[in-house]
């Protein structure tokens, strides 16, 4: 998709950071008429962007903006590909749905959509997920890996991986964990999940939508009462908090590497930055598994994404692929 003339003139302003730049410069750089810079300068005002005009020396930002929109991104994403090209939503019913008709649209991998807020946000399980209306950071990146349908599910934990490596930039690492299969805890909480979803024909993947929710601004205490003592937000853990678009950028950047390796050489090439965040391997864990409980010692993931417990007294090691997993006080032999 074509960027439009405002996200355009919006991503040269960015990169001014404050500057003026001139109507002329501008036209002459976009090859189109200064009159059209002034109906694109007009279209920004009109969607809140504060561009002042200062008298023969052009147009400047007053302010930053949230960094989400297209252009903005544009000028700060420093991805090869991904994140490219982008679609921002004031109000969406799930940016995996928006994605999901763009894909069918013909959206290339990459393309990524980003929401303010959601009518009808999805997590797992069938389960709704909760936002703060423009605090929180949520998106959807769609891919194309040239892989059969049944090699995709495990890019969650690259996902998971890129995560966890972009939030430390701003939390304390030894505060955040990877809960298997692909939650991300900050002090025990949840800050972020991940649902990937896929269309495939036959073995064939068509797409692979991967939708990401972050809490990062705002406080636990604003989250619906069910949840707000199981999450939390990066805002909780540091003051000021980033803005939503750096850690959009900080997870774009990492997750690019995770993919390319992952699409190079499958879950192999990443089980090591997993394990990183695996605070629960060597410890006494109990998976709540849709075939009853199972108790033992987390070994860690296994080769195509199974969590390896050892249930001890010289049994094989289990290979759970679906199920709940916590601490437990329970000894293990
Ligand atoms: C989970 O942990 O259950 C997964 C939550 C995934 C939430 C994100 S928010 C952006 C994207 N759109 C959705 O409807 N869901 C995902």
Not at 25 to 39: C, E, P, S, Y
Not at 298 to 316: E, I
């Amino acid at each position: 998709m074509v960027p439009t003339l405002a996200d355009e003139i919006l991503r040269r302003l960015v990169e001014a950071g404050g500057t003026p730049v001139s109507g002329q410069h501008l036209a002459a750089r976009m090859g189109v008429t200064r009159a059209a810079v002034w109906k694109g300068v007009e279209s920004l005002r009109g969607h809140g962007y504060p561009v002042e005009s200062l008298p023969a020396r052009g147009y400047r930002l007053t302010q930053q903006g949230s960094g989400l929109r297209p252009g903005e991104l544009a000028a700060t994403l420093r991805t090869r590909r991904l994140g490219r090209p982008a679609r921002h939503c004031s109000s969406v019913d799930s940016t995996n749905r928006e994605a999901e008709r763009w894909a069918g649209a013909g959206a290339p991998e990459g393309a990524l959509v980003l929401a303010e807020r959601q009518t009808a946000g999805r997590g797992r399980l069938g389960r709704t997920w909760a936002d703060l209306p423009g605090r929180s950071l949520l998106f959807s990146l769609l891919l194309r890996p040239p892989l059969p349908a049944a090699q995709t599910p495990p890019l969650t934990f690259a996902a998971a991986v890129a995560l966890a490596e972009a939030l430390a930039r701003w939390v304390p690492p030894q505060a955040l964990e990877l809960k298997w299969p692909n939650d991300v805890l900050l002090g025990g909480r949840k800050v972020a999940g991940i649902l990937l979803e896929m269309r495939a024909e036959g073995q064939r993947t068509e797409h692979v939508i991967l939708g990401v929710g972050v809490n990062v601004e705002g406080d636990p205490a604003e989250y619906p009462t069910a949840i707000r003592d199981l999450c939390t937000t990066v805002a909780a853990w540091t003051c000021p908090p980033p803005r939503r678009s750096e850690v959009l950028c900080a997870f774009l950047e990492a997750f690019e590497s995770a993919y390319e390796d992952f699409l190079q050489t499958g879950l192999e090439a990443l089980l090591p930055r997993w394990h990183r965040w695996f605070r629960l391997q060597g410890q006494a864990v109990r998976v709540q598994t849709p075939g009853g409980t199972v108790e033992g010692r987390a070994v860690g993931l296994g080769p195509t994404g199974s969590l390896l417990v050892d249930t001890g007294k010289g049994a094989p090691v289990r290979e759970i692929f679906a199920g709940d997993v916590e601490r437990s006080t329970t000894r293990v032999p």
